[in-house]
């Protein structure tokens, strides 16, 4: 039974490797996403098809495992704010998975299969691609991620705020709006990087504070049993 129990400072560990290693990752895979060119889309891919396919594959699950750090960065902090922010992220990381699958994964793939037919099949395939981007359910679709996404780093922000994080990495965390915009170069690196650079700054000094203060407390003189006694035969308070 007791292999089966994970230890507290492992349990910390493992915490802090998903806060801080999820939107790393996703960071530097985020330097190898160029904008998509909606005008000719074919062109701008053909280069690079297979890269484009294989990143949005991975996008996938970081973009879930992106959802699972605002409720880690959020742990212990217990709000309305936080609260509105957890249910906002599972609005916005469902939107997002579902979108990057309909745009991006979807576009490498008519990409991909268009490369080998003539000119004139290539631009049939186009023209659905265009059809695809204008689409009210995909447009639709990208505002309200838009939205939720907003939503949901906002009330993160007011919610450590109101937990007493300083306002610099708040600030800091506000950044990562940049990631609901678009998660292609330069808006979803530099997104990523601001929620690492919070997370970081939020995991290493703010939540260490209250551990220092306990330990200072525990280090403080304590009064014996015995010389408690003697204190109050002799009338001393």
């Known amino acids: 039974m007791q292999n089966g129990i994970v230890s507290p400072r492992r349990q910390d560990v493992l915490r802090r490797v998903f806060l801080l290693g999820t939107p790393l990752l996703l960071c530097i895979l985020e330097l190898g996403h160029p904008l998509l060119d909606h005008t000719n889309p074919i062109r701008m891919l053909a280069p690079i098809v297979t890269w484009w396919i294989i990143l949005h594959l991975l996008l996938v699950p970081l ?13 212990g902090v217990q709000n309305r704010a936080a609260t509105l922010c957890r249910y906002a992220t599972v609005v916005y990381i469902s939107f997002s998975i579902g979108y990057d699958t309909a745009v991006g994964l979807n576009s490498g793939i008519l990409a991909s299969n268009a490369l080998a037919l003539p000119n004139a099949q290539q631009v049939v395939v186009q023209d659905a691609m265009h059809q695809l981007f204008v689409s009210p359910a995909i447009v639709l679709s990208y505002y309200i991620l838009l939205g939720a996404g ?48 919070a997370a970081l700054w939020i995991e290493l000094v703010w939540r260490k504070i209250p551990q220092k203060e306990n330990e200072g407390m525990a280090d403080a003189p304590t009064i014996k049993e015995g010389e408690l006694l003697v204190n109050v035969s002799s009338g001393k308070q």
Do not use: K, N
């Open 63 to 75: 973009f879930a495992l992106m959802g699972w750090t605002f409720f880690l960065l959020l742990q």
């Open 150 to 197: 907003i939503v949901s780093l906002c009330s993160a922000a007011w919610a450590l705020a109101d937990a007493g994080v300083p306002r610099l990495p708040v600030l800091v965390l506000l950044g990562t709006l940049l990631s609901a915009y678009s998660h292609a170069t330069p808006f979803g690196p530099l997104g990523s990087a601001c929620f690492f650079l």
